[in-house]
C-alpha cells in the first residue's frame, strides 16, 4: 500500500457531532459503571497503537468522543491523518482523568477502526489504478448512520463521493425505469420536476447507453457490464461527442473487485464505483493501552 498522505483533508461533515452523541448515548448510557472502580482522582496516560498496516482515518471522531466525554482529556497524534501506519506503531497518545480514558476508549476506537476500514479499502483501489484517468466513487452502501463519516473515509483514501442521498441527485435505476413505462418516459418526468440537480441514468445494455447520450444525461451508470461492453460504450460516447455539445460522464459499477478493477479501468471509463468499500468492511485493529497513570 503506498503511503501517500493528503495535503488537504476532506470538509467534516454538519453530523459528526451528533454521530458521536448517538454513538456515546448507546455505549455509556446512563453511566459507566466499571469506570468507577477507578480513584475519581486518577490521571491515566494511554497509547494509541496500530496492530496492522492502514490508512489512519477517524481523528476528528476519535478526538471529540473524549472531548464529550470530558474536555480535560487531551489526544496529540504522532501519525497524521492518511498516513499509512505500521503493524504496531504508536499512532498517538490519550492523557486525562483515567474514568473519562477508559469510558471513552471504545466508542472512539469504533470510530477509528472503522473509517480507518474504509480509507484503506478505497486505498487499494485507488492504487490499483494509478496511471489511469478513473475516479474510485463509492454509493449509498453505506452503514446506518455513518454514511457522512464513511464518505468523509473514502476521500481520506483518495476516492471520491457519489450523491450523498436521495436528494443530490436523481438516478433512474432499473426499477424507476419499470414503473415508470420505460426509460424515455422516465427520463421526461425527470427533466420537468426542474430539480436542478444531476440527472444520471442506470444502463443495462447498449441500447439503453445510447438512450442515455440521445437524452444527455450527466452520468450513465454502467452495470455489470463484461469489459468488452464497456469498450463498446466508451466508443459510443466517444462518438457522440463528437459530433455533439455532451459530456456524459460513464460509470461502471457492479462486480468490481481489486483484481479486475484495472481491467476495468483501461475500458476508458470516466469512474468506478465499488459498494464494498463501506459497506464490506474489515475493522482495522487498534488498541488502546495505559502506559501511566497517578493521581493529581
Known sequence: MATTTLTNLPALPADLDACVERALAEDVGSGDITARLVDPEAI????????????????????????????????????????????????????????????????????L??????????????????????KIVDTR????????????????GGGANHRFGLYDAILIKENHIAAAGGAKAAIERARALNAHVPLMMEAEDLAE???????????????????????????????????????????????VTLANVRDVADTGVDRISIGGI???????????????SGTT
Open 209 to 255: 447507453v445510447q438512450a442515455g447520450l440521445d437524452a444527455n444525461v450527466d452520468l450513465i451508470l454502467l452495470d455489470d457490464f463484461a469489459t468488452h461492453m464497456l469498450s463498446k460504450a466508451v466508443a459510443m460516447a466517444r462518438d457522440y461527442r463528437r459530433f455533439n455539445k455532451a459530456r456524459t460522464v460513464l460509470e461502471a459499477s457492479g462486480g
Open 44 to 111: 491515566a496516560t494511554a497509547a494509541v497503537i496500530a496492530r496492522e498496516s492502514a490508512v489512519l482515518c477517524g481523528q476528528p471522531w476519535f478526538q471529540r468522543t473524549f472531548q464529550r466525554v470530558d474536555p480535560r482529556v487531551s489526544v496529540t497524534w504522532e501519525v497524521q491523518e492518511t498516513s499509512t501506519t505500521r503493524t504496531d506503531q504508536r499512532v498517538g497518545l490519550v492523557k486525562g482523568p483515567a474514568r473519562a480514558v477508559l469510558t471513552g476508549e471504545r466508542t472512539a476506537l469504533n470510530f
Open 141 to 156: 452502501k453505506t452503514i446506518p448512520g455513518l454514511r457522512t463519516a464513511q464518505k468523509y473515509a473514502v476521500a481520506c
Open 278 to 292: 463501506t459497506k464490506h468492511v474489515q475493522a482495522v485493529d487498534f488498541s488502546m493501552r495505559i502506559i501511566d
Open 113 to 134: 477502526q472503522l473509517l480507518s476500514a474504509t480509507a484503506t479499502a478505497t486505498r487499494r483501489f485507488v492504487e490499483r489504478v494509478r496511471g489511469t484517468q478513473v
